[in-house]
Structures are given as C-alpha cells and as structure tokens.
C-alpha cells in the first residue's frame, strides 16, 4: 500500500530536481513518486527516466507536452494510487524526521481506519544561498495532535495562511473537490490550497518543519519583478479563487473556515493590488481599479467587507499617500517574513 503520492512537477528542473526526489525517496516502500516531465527541453526527462528505472515501486514518470504547473498537478492528480496527496515542487525538499512522522500516523490511522481528511505541517523559508531560515507554523490556530473541524480552530495571525506547501490533502477529498487548475498559469497553487477546504471536515496538525521552500532563483515566480511580469496571471487566478467557493454557504456550516477564507481572498487581492501599485504605470492603475470593480459586480458583500473591513482595503487607498501608505507596510512585511 502506498500512503503517499508525491507528485513533482518539473520543468527544465536538471540542476536542481535530485535534491527533491532524494528527499521523497527516504520511504520507498510506503509512498510513491509521480514525476511529471512537462514537456522540458532540458536533461529533466532522462533524469525523471533513471529514477524510475532504478526504483520501479516507487516512481513513475509522465511525460507530456508543456503545460505548466498547475497541468502537471492535474496529471499528478489523475494518476495518484496513495491514500494521501501531496504536491512538491521540483526546487523544494521534504525533512526526513518530519516526514517519518507523518507517515507513522497515516499508517496508524490507517490500522484504526479513522482517516483525516488534510493534515497541516510547518513549511520553511528556506534562502539557501544566504544560510537563512523561517520557519512558519500554525501553533495558535490548531491544537497539535489533535483530530480537529474547522469550528474547534483559532485565529490566523496576519503571517499565516494555508499554502500548498503546508497541506496534504486526503486523495478522494481533491478528487470529491473537483480541483482542476488552468494551464499554462503560475499562482495556480492558490487554488489548490483554497477549494477543497469546506470539503474537509477533519484536520490533524503535525508541528513540524516538513517542506523546505527554496528561495532565491532569480526566476522563482515569487521574486518580486517576476510577480509584476506576470501581473496578469495573478489578477487571474485572484478572480477564480474569488468564484470558486460560495463563502456565504460555507458559513452556514463553517463560520471560522468562511472567515478565512475570506481572509485569504483578501491576502490575494492585497498581493495583486500592491503589485500593481509597484509597476505604477497608468495601465496598472487601470488594472487595479478593473480587479477591485469586478469584484463588487460578481460578489457585492465580499466586495463591502474586502473593501472596508480587510487587509485588502488598505491596498486600495486614494491618491500618492495611499500609495506610499501601502507600498511602505508591504516592504517592511517583506523584510520580517523574508517571503520573496
């Protein structure tokens, strides 16, 4: 029985992509690996290719045309046999101490047959070239080791959010979801992190430093100039997270989970409007205004409380001040969180 799938997309990942699956490895027999080659032009699909040669139980390869990430997600998905899911990017790495403990209690749910439906993990800022670390942790919002529903949890501090890399998901709880993530799009792991929540009904927190996200290629699509080159994909993806869910359904049932998830709409569309603040170019500010405007015609009462009540509102303040205002909080958030 395989407990985890792993699925690695990769993408011109020669240089960097052993470190992850080397770390994905340490479990053969208790996970798999699905190695998705999308359509790299680089050594990536003969590495991809050994790996699978040299560990037949473990990992298997798809190789497809380009897509990007959030196809190569998709494949992973489609093809997962585990009884968990995880996404790992190719530039990022998994601890081994953290992972045995995951793994031991999957296997025991797994012996009780009392499955949980996302566990929560650490993940690290890891800047590697700069020997700096920070790890973020989620201590104040779940009770550790604790089998939990969204109305036992506590309060996010404005640091914290649940990313793709924190979360592993239960495979039929993605599958029941419908996650599906557009192609050829970056920011896609918003989506993945964000619609299969209110199809959780239990969470088990693990506090433990599990994922190590690499920061520090200058291609990295959290690297500022790169965010703001791609402006238009994170307006995009802002709007499909702001569609995806009825918040207000969720509520009914989830009233903690509905707040944050409103929370985290607002964190995406704070990030978007920031950017485009930054490139400041008449064009942006058109930009700015068309996001904030589309969400007060499709979603009226988010848009009061984005606007008024959020994070996001501050993002939206009139004129140079207002500009200055916000452009200064997010260099000093920057600076203490290390995110980019």
Request: hydrophobic fraction near 35%; aromatic fraction near 14%.
């Amino acid at each position: 029985m395989k407990y985890i799938t792993f699925t690695v997309p990769c993408y011109n990942s020669a240089d960097y992509m052993r470190r992850c699956i080397d770390s994905l490895l340490v479990f053969k027999d208790e996970t798999e690996i699905i190695i998705v080659d999308d359509g790299s032009t680089d050594a990536t699909p003969g590495i991809a290719d050994e790996y699978a040669l040299r560990f037949p139980e473990t990992v298997r390869v798809i190789h497809k045309e380009n897509g990007g990430h959030g196809s190569g997600v998709n494949a992973g998905l489609a093809a997962a046999e585990g009884l968990y899911f995880k996404v790992v990017d190719s530039d990022d790495w998994l601890d081994y101490r953290s992972l045995q403990k995951v793994l031991f209690r999957i296997m025991n749910w797994e012996r009780e047959q009392k499955p949980t439906d996302m566990i929560v993990c650490n993940y690290v800022y890891d800047h590697l070239y700069e020997n700096k670390k920070k790890s973020m942790a989620y201590r104040n919002v779940f009770k550790e080791e604790q089998v939990l529903g969204w109305n036992d949890i506590g309060m996010f501090s404005p640091s914290q959010y649940l990313v793709m890399h924190s979360l592993i998901f239960r495979t039929d709880i993605l599958r029941k979801s419908g996650v599906t993530l557009p192609e050829h799009t970056f920011y896609v792991d918003n989506i993945f992190a964000y619609r299969p929540l209110p199809y959780v009904e239990s969470i088990y927190y693990i506090d433990t430093d599990l994922y190590h996200y690499f920061i520090g290629r200058e291609d990295q699509s959290v690297n500022e100039e790169i965010l703001k080159k791609r402006i238009d994909q994170q307006i995009y993806v802002t709007k499909i997270v702001a569609d995806c869910v009825d918040i207000q359904e969720v509520a009914e049932q989830y009233p903690k989970l509905a707040k944050y998830m409103m929370r985290n709409i607002s964190i995406m569309l704070a990030i978007s409007s920031i950017h485009l603040l930054l490139i400041n170019s008449d064009e942006a500010w058109k930009k700015r205004n068309d996001l904030w405007n589309y969400i007060k015609s499709n979603h009226r009462s988010m848009y009061r409380r984005l606007r008024y009540t959020t994070l996001s509102g501050f993002t939206f303040l009139p004129g140079r001040t207002g500009r200055f205002v916000t452009v200064t909080g997010y260099r000093t958030a920057r600076k203490i969180y290390q995110f980019n």
